[in-house]
């Protein structure tokens, strides 16, 4: 499955944006999906994850509240709301699929396609 990230931008403190995560090949339900995210000098890190059926959710801490992740299986699309912007959350964000996912499961490792990120900008 390819993936392609789209939706980011430059945005001030406290604004918000949606990003999608297009997939293409496969067909995208088979697939758990993750958003990430790498900011400048610091190692990519896992933010939010989503079950194959979209019924489950998970956040790290540092986003819970504030970023909403959810999915659109028809459209083979995963989204990313991100709310009340910090300067803290600039980043390239991403999103990856993984197989071998149950239909409820929500996984915080292993995943198996990558697609190019979408660049998050945060002025204070």
């Known amino acids: 499955v390819q993936l392609q990230a789209s939706g980011g931008g430059l945005v001030q403190s406290g604004g918000s944006l949606r990003l999608s995560c297009t997939a293409s090949g496969r067909r995208f339900s088979n697939y758990a999906a993750g958003w990430f995210r790498q900011a400048p000098g610091r190692d990519r890190e896992l933010i939010a994850v989503i079950s194959r059926g979209g019924g489950s959710t998970d956040y790290r801490d540092s986003v819970k509240g504030r970023f909403i992740i959810s999915r659109d299986n028809a459209k083979n699309t995963v989204y990313l709301q991100v709310n009340s912007l910090k300067p803290e959350d600039t980043a390239v964000y991403s999103c990856?699929?993984?197989?071998?996912?149950?239909?409820?499961?929500?996984?915080?490792?292993?995943?198996?396609?990558w697609g190019l990120g979408t660049l998050v900008t945060v002025s204070s």
């Open positions: 990856a699929a993984r197989t071998n996912a149950i239909l409820s499961g929500i996984y915080w490792d292993n995943y198996n396609y």
